[in-house]
């Protein structure tokens, strides 16, 4: 078995490798932090979950150079959340090393305190393409002095339209560099990247001997979707659903008429800001809407658990999408069920995406009609979150110790940057309220408000 002692590296690395709880290389680290450290380009195809940050971001960091005054890697990934997520990582991994900043850099925040962050210095940028290029035309970035490009996540990337921003951004960058692409899936369009972007790239691909989970998958020919929709979920009465639509108007419409049945529904397209999209996945993650209807926005990336069952109100136009839409459930090697419901024109789509799915007749299910998806908690934001050094615990020591709510009328608890969120039993959340509008946290008065 590979150690991380196997790949020679330094020993106060390997130190704060297991400081960080970090023993042995995942599949995807042994086989890419040589080829990476010998500075070859490369392609990965490997999928969260798999060690995939710790791979890239461990040899660019044994590489940065103490006495460089500009950036010398960037980053590109699609999300906010991943540009976070990878940031989290890199700060651990290069504690080891004297000042290594890094900074992120995507839409929804404010320019100029991105810019202020900037003129202090970066070693590593990680960004959206979008927010990128921004800062790149506004010469807020110096990009010459980049040594290494990373492009994580690069399906996703070019799913959402952004391969001509990279493509800009890339053809700005030092012609004498690593070039470094991730990506879960090789779709056909691909080779729009990495033609243009790596030099003889070495390939590495990783098997994922993840538990196979199943996922029970079912399919309706119907005349009526919205009943159609309703029959399937008093009969399966699932926990947590996710209903996709092809289209955001679709999105709003089936999100109405669940919202007039009763159920506590949230919707996720691209038409909402970014932080309405953080507040609804939120809430349908907390249970508060436990019931989320989406594009496929939601069909990549999204990772919440007990999700028990999908349904494609629209059939997806391809394959690929299906597979992405059902891979929402049966996460955590939980078992998980898919609901397909096609007029006859899904059906003649979906005979072409995935022909081995036979329809059953509806009329087979035993809807319970007393049946409602309803929210037993609710959520309340607070005007306070990581910048104002607001913890969990703060929040939860508030609510039990001084307010005098029980700790099981109390659920997930999110610490954002700016904001915290937590869920409360409904019965108790008029108190809840009450109590955090006049009482304090962390010896603070902040602004308590109700999400619906
Ligand atoms: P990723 O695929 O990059 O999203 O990583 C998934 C998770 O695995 C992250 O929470 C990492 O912190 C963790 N991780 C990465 N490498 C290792 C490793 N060698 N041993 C244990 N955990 C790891």
New binding site residues.
Partial sequence: MTTFQNLSLPINLLENLKSL??????PI?EQSIPLLRDNKDLIAQAK???????AFLLPLILKLDENEHFPQALIIAPTRELCEQISG?ANKLARYKKDVKVITLYGGTSLRTQVASLEKGADILIGTPGRLLDHFSRETIHLGEIKTLILDEADRMLDMGFADDILKLVSNLPKQRQSILFSATYPENIDKLTKVILKNPVEVKIVSKEKEVTIEEFVYEVDDKDKALLTTLKHFQPNLALIFCNTKVKTTEVSDMLHKQGFDVATLNGDLEQYERQEMLLQFANGSLPVLVATDLAARGLDIDGIDLVINYDTPMKTEDYTHRIGRTGRAEKSGLAVTLCDEYGMRKLSEIKPQLKAENISTLTPNKNFYMQGEVATLCIDGGKKKKVRAGDILGTLCKEIGIEPKEIGKINVYQKNSYVAIKKTVIKKAFNGLKSGKIKGKNLRVWWLD
Avoid at 21 to 26: A, D, F, K, L, R
Avoid at 48 to 54: A, Q
């Fill in positions: 709880g970090y023993e042995t290389p995942t680290q969260t979950g798999s060690g995939k940050t710790l990582e």
